[in-house]
């Protein structure tokens, strides 16, 4: 096996998700609502006449249908489906990929850039955010995209774990400034003031990528790419044939549908992150990073025995001590409900003084 599993594979370790049955789930950015009891009887009518026999739709087009209704797409641009925004990242990679080609992104962002890079074979830079307020490094970010001519530059958009939105106008230089494909992920978009899918029309280098996860069906897996179609029409070239299955396309469909009740449920967490923020800042010994997203970054001593601790009390959330320099001490909460938010602060405070 040694001589044939590439090295590079070898010496990855897999994507680890820590074990959260009755937990406080308060680690991986899920929305904490489902639907009443009512709207899920409609869905499953819905399901009821999926033709499992059969293939789904290849292309996916009423959920890009409803997507558009939704999703501020501009017209002329056309739409790629994923089975979660994860596979449209390896898509990506796997298009651009190429002897000695670069993805570059800043760091810390989110794992699956580098950790895809190194799946397909292509090189990684990880260009470190500025000390204290995680803002793009514009000098680094430059030189190190002039150096490296990257294929490919994922931004997230906001960023995760740190919460923030980058500088728009550090993000414009980034585009005016590269040749390659700039990728902006856009999976809090429910939760942040701003988007760029307006400036596709502006950048012929940028596509916006965005996921159904973080709304409030990440058990679906569906994430889209959107973008001309002169890039997409490549990319799609590699997608593989029925990635989307006939369940997730039905249940995306009734659940956009539904998006004024998605919509609730997100304005409610941004009231509920407010909530949570204040609350948190006011304990001794913590610092908080502003968040546009559903999730807070925050940092105190001991880290790593605070998380322990949390989560030996059945409320588990991401330690990141140890990921990145950066997040020296650093944990990060993700918005529950107002019941669950109230309980993790009510054990964090106990933790804390013991
Ligand atoms: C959660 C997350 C994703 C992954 O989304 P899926 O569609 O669930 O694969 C992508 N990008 C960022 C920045 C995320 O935090």
């Not at 800043?106 to 260009?127: D, K, L, N, W």
């Not at 728009?168 to 990728?183: H, K, M, P, R, Y």
């Not at 940092?299 to 330690?319: D, W």
Request: with cysteine.
């Amino acid at each position: 096996m040694n001589n044939w599993i590439r090295s590079e594979i070898q010496q990855l370790s897999a994507y680890h998700v820590p074990e959260s049955s009755n937990a406080i789930k308060l680690d991986a950015m899920e929305n904490p609502y489902h639907w009443n009891i009512a709207q899920i009887e409609v869905w499953l009518d819905v399901l009821r006449n999926a033709a499992l026999n059969r293939y789904p739709d290849p292309s996916g087009n009423e959920v890009k249908q409803q997507l558009r209704s939704v999703m501020q797409i501009p017209d002329n641009m056309d739409i790629i489906l994923g089975n979660g925004s994860d596979e449209l990242i390896q898509l990506l990679a796997l298009a651009l990929n190429d002897d000695g080609r670069v993805i570059l992104a800043p760091e810390p962002s989110f794992v699956m850039y580098r950790m895809i890079a190194h799946f397909v074979g292509m090189q990684y830079v990880g260009v470190p955010l500025q000390v204290g307020d995680f803002e793009l490094d514009m000098f680094a970010m430059l030189e190190e995209i002039e150096i490296h001519q990257p294929a490919l530059i994922f931004l997230a958009y906001p960023n995760n774990p740190t919460g923030n939105a980058f500088s728009i106008d550090d993000i414009e230089a980034i585009l005016e400034t590269s040749s390659g494909l700039v990728v902006i992920d856009e999976a809090y978009a429910p939760f942040a003031e701003h988007t760029f899918m307006p400036y596709l029309n502006k950048y012929p280098n940028l596509l916006v990528m965005r996921t159904l996860s973080k709304l409030g069906l990440a058990g679906l897996r569906l994430g889209f790419l959107v973008g001309s179609p002169e890039w997409l029409g490549q990319i799609e070239k590699l997608r593989l044939p029925y990635n989307i299955n006939i369940l997730t396309q039905l249940s995306t469909v009734f659940a956009l549908q539904n998006y004024v009740l998605l919509k609730q449920q997100t304005e409610q967490i941004k009231l509920d992150r407010e909530y949570l923020s204040e609350h948190l800042e006011a304990i001794d010994g913590i610092n908080i990073w502003p968040s546009e997203a559903n999730f807070i970054l925050f940092q105190t001593a001991n880290a790593q025995k605070v998380f322990e601790r949390l989560k030996a009390r059945n409320v588990l959330i991401k330690c990141l001590h140890g990921g990145h320099p950066t997040l020296e001490n650093c944990l990060r909460v993700t918005v529950g409900t107002p019941e669950e938010n109230k309980i993790f602060l009510q054990v964090l405070e106990q933790v804390i003084e013991n």
